[in-house]
């Protein structure tokens, strides 16, 4: 016995015409647009939150990532992105504990400059003064560019890390970026 079968129909082609006499799909109502664009948002909201969750992770560990896990990248314009000519702010990472701890950067000149502490003056004419080791202050000139990565506790900033040249901070890990060849760096 022979099953009786629907009449065949040409291939179509994506994208091409209907094919005569074919109906007419109905197209999408602005509120199934919206509700299609809003699934989109979620998911890409999701998937963002996501690589945050990687890298966070990452940069508990104490090691030298930048925004996004990138090692080298970060406020040194590497890979991370761009923030290579950052003059100062502050940023939030790990304290290794299960912490956070707010961290401040700044790049600028030494306007002065004593054993125990330095103040540094950025190009915009942003003025900090921070409590450094006689360590970190050895071979330093006023005059010289640096970077310094601090933490603040009330009104003192203790710096964590002084490097000299521009060559920035790596938000989540140590505070230093990588110092032009030759350039010492001090931590301490």
Do not use: C
């Not at 504990?97 to 330095?118: F, R």
């Not at 071979?139 to 506790?153: K, M």
């Not at 790596?170 to 970026?177: A, C, F, H, L, R």
Request: aromatic share 4%.
């Amino acid at each position: 016995m022979t099953t009786p079968q629907a009449p065949s129909t040409p291939d179509q082609t994506w994208g091409a015409a209907p094919a005569p006499g074919t109906p007419q799909r109905a197209s999408w109502s602005p509120r199934k647009k919206i509700a299609a664009g809003a699934v989109a948002a979620v998911i890409v909201a999701g998937g963002g939150a996501a690589v945050w969750a990687a890298s966070s992770s990452s940069a508990s560990t104490g090691t030298a990532m930048g925004p996004g896990g990138m090692n080298g990248g970060g406020m040194n314009g590497g890979p991370g992105g761009g923030l290579g000519s950052a003059l100062h702010g502050e940023y939030v990472s790990s304290d290794g504990n299960g912490g956070y701890v707010t961290k401040i950067m700044q790049t600028g000149d030494v306007t002065e400059l004593s054993a125990t502490s330095l103040t540094a003056k950025s190009d915009d004419g942003f003025t900090k003064t921070y409590t450094i080791t006689s360590a970190q202050a050895t071979g330093l000139a006023t005059g010289d560019t640096i970077t310094v990565v601090a933490t603040e506790s009330g009104d003192t900033a203790t710096a964590t890390s002084v490097t000299e040249g521009q060559t920035g901070a790596q938000p989540g890990g140590g505070g230093q970026g990588t110092p032009p060849s030759g350039a010492p760096t001090r931590t301490g």
